[in-house]
C-alpha cells in the first residue's frame, strides 16, 4: 500500500484533482490505521465527519486506544486521523504502549501535543517531552499536566547547544538559521535524563534527526534505548550512525510487532533500532498479552 499512498500524494498539485487524491489517500490512510477492514468504514466516516464538524468545535478530546486522553485542537494538522482512528502512527504507537511500564522512561523529541507522551505517562512512565513551538508546546503542557511523572522541555534539540530558528508551526515547524522565531537549542547529553527499565528516545526532528541523535551519542552508549525515529529515502544516514553503535533497524507491523528492515529499504517514515544488550528484554514484553482500549471522543465549543 506505501506505494499507492505515495503515488497519491499530490505534492505541488492544486485544483480539483488535487483534493481528489488528498481526500483519496486520507480515506485509505485512515481505513490502514483502523487496523483491519472491519473497522475501516467506521474509522473513514469519522475523519469526514470531522472535516465538516472541525468548523464548529475548537478541539476535540480523544480517548486514545493505546491509553490517556488527547486533547486535539481543531487546527492540528493530525486532528482527523486521530479522531478517524486514534492514531498517526500505529504500528509505532502500539510498539511503545507494549513496551512501556511504571519503571520505564520516554524521550520524546519533537513531541507535538502528545501523541506519544500521553500514552507513555497514563501508562505510569516517566517522560520527557521536548517541544519548540510555543503554541504546540502549550497544548502539549496542557495534556500532560494530569501526570506529575511528565516533563515538558519548550526546547529544539540537535547535536551543538545554542540557539537556531524555528520556522513553521506544529506538525513539519523545522529549525534553520535564517526564518522564524529564535528557540534554545539543547544537547541530550547535556541534559538530565533519566533512567529505567526500559527506555525509549523517539525522534521526530523533521529531517535534522541525525543531528540529535549524534547530540545523545554518550546517552545512547550508556543507556541502549530503543530508538524510534522518523527517515527520510532510506535513512542511510540514521542508519549507518546507529549501526556503528551496535544498534539493528526494524519497522514494525501495524500491531506492534518488530520485523528487521532490509538492507534495499528507500521508503519514510520510522524505523525502530534495537541494541542487542535490551532485544531480550524487548522481546519479553513483546510476548505480553495487550490489549487496546475502545477510542472515545468528546467535541469541546467555546462554551465548554
Given amino acids: 500500500m506505501d506505494g499507492i499512498l505515495r503515488w497519491l500524494h499530490p505534492g505541488n498539485q492544486r485544483g480539483m484533482l488535487a483534493r ?42 480523544v480517548h486514545l486506544p493505546v491509553r490517556g486522553d488527547l486533547t486535539v485542537p481543531s487546527s492540528n494538522q493530525n486532528s482527523g486521523m486521530l479522531v478517524a482512528t486514534g492514531f498517526t502512527e500505529r504500528g509505532d504507537q502500539i510498539l511503545v504502549a507494549r513496551l512501556i511500564g511504571r519503571s520505564s522512561v520516554l524521550v520524546d523529541v519533537g513531541a507535538n501535543i502528545g501523541v506519544y507522551s500521553v500514552a507513555a505517562a497514563a501508562s505510569g512512565a516517566t517522560v520527557v517531552a521536548y ?38 508551526t506544529g506538525v513539519g515547524a523545522t529549525l534553520n538559521d535564517v526564518r522564524g522565531s529564535e528557540v534554545e537549542v539543547v544537547r541530550l547529553d547535556d541534559e538530565e535524563l533519566p533512567r529505567g527499565d526500559v527506555i525509549i528516545l523517539k525522534v521526530d526532528a523533521e529531517g535534522r534527526d ?73 522481546r519479553q514484553r513483546l510476548g505480553q498479552p495487550f490489549r487496546l482500549d475502545r477510542l472515545r471522543l468528546q467535541f469541546l465549543t467555546a462554551s465548554n
Avoid: K
Avoid at 26 to 43: D, E, H
Avoid at 139 to 155: E, F, G, H, I, T
Avoid at 156 to 161: D, I, L, M, Q, R
Avoid at 257 to 267: A, H, P, T
Fill in 210 to 282: 541525525i543531528e540529535v541523535l549524534r547530540g545523545a551519542e554518550s546517552f545512547v552508549r550508556a543507556t541502549q534505548p530503543v530508538i524510534l525515529c522518523e527517515v527520510w529515502h532510506g535513512g542511510r544516514d540514521v542508519r549507518s550512525y546507529l549501526s556503528t553503535l551496535g544498534f539493528r533497524a526494524h519497522r514494525t507491523t501495524r500491531n506492534g510487532e518488530l520485523r528487521v528492515l532490509s538492507e534495499g529499504f528507500s521508503g519514510d517514515g520510522n524505523m525502530v533500532f534495537v541494541h542487542p544488550a535490551v532485544d531480550a528484554l524487548v
Fill in 131 to 168: 517541544e519548540p513551538v510555543s503554541s504546540t508546546n502549550a497544548q502539549l503542557a496542557a495534556n500532560l499536566a494530569p501526570y506529575p511523572s511528565a516533563l515538558v522541555r519548550p526546547v529544539a534539540v540537535g547535536e551543538v547547544a545554542g540557539h537556531a530558528r524555528m520556522h513553521g
Fill in 20 to 61: 481528489f487524491r488528498w481526500a483519496v489517500l486520507l480515506s485509505l490512510l485512515a481505513a490502514r490505521n483502523a487496523g483491519n477492514i472491519l473497522r475501516a468504514p467506521g474509522a473513514m466516516r469519522r475523519l469526514w465527519m470531522w472535516h465538516y464538524r472541525r468548523r464548529h468545535v475548537h478541539a476535540a478530546v
